[in-house]
């Protein structure tokens, strides 16, 4: 079993930057795929960025492309979140979540698919 743990999140101005981290503890962290997903208030869980069991695919809402970037470091049991460019449709709660796939597996896009899920990072874009 896969317990996750968000950091990094926060107050930021529009335009600016943050870098939200997720770890894991528990066996076999490179078996899994990794997701990225946000709610803001009112609104369903919707996905922001995932990734593969070895880094080699990842994918993206399209409202974030170009402005996001997903990654992982296997040996740190981690991913993290780069966000660039933020603005005010980017507030939300941001949850990372895992899923066990084959190696050759794609990246999963919907909550439904995710095994593990973290408590959340809330991240707040001023105007």
């Known amino acids: 079993q896969l317990q996750l743990v968000e950091s990094g999140g926060g107050l930021v101005q529009a335009g600016g930057s943050l870098r939200l981290s997720c770890t894991a503890s528990g066996p076999q962290f490179s078996r899994y795929g990794l997701g990225w997903f946000r709610q803001a208030p009112g609104k369903e869980r919707e996905f922001v960025a995932a990734?593969?069991?070895?880094?080699?695919?990842?994918g993206y809402k399209d409202s974030v492309k170009g402005r996001f970037t997903i990654s992982r470091d296997n040996d740190k049991k981690s991913t993290y979140l780069q966000m660039n460019n933020l603005n005010s449709e980017d507030t939300a709660v941001y949850y990372c979540?895992?899923?066990?796939?084959?190696?050759?597996?794609?990246?999963?896009?919907?909550?439904?698919?995710?095994?593990?899920w973290g408590q959340g990072t809330q991240v707040t874009v001023s105007s």
């Open positions: 979540a895992a899923v066990q796939l084959i190696l050759t597996a794609p990246y999963r896009t919907r909550p439904a698919e995710y095994q593990y």
């Open positions: 990734i593969t069991r070895n880094g080699g695919s990842s």
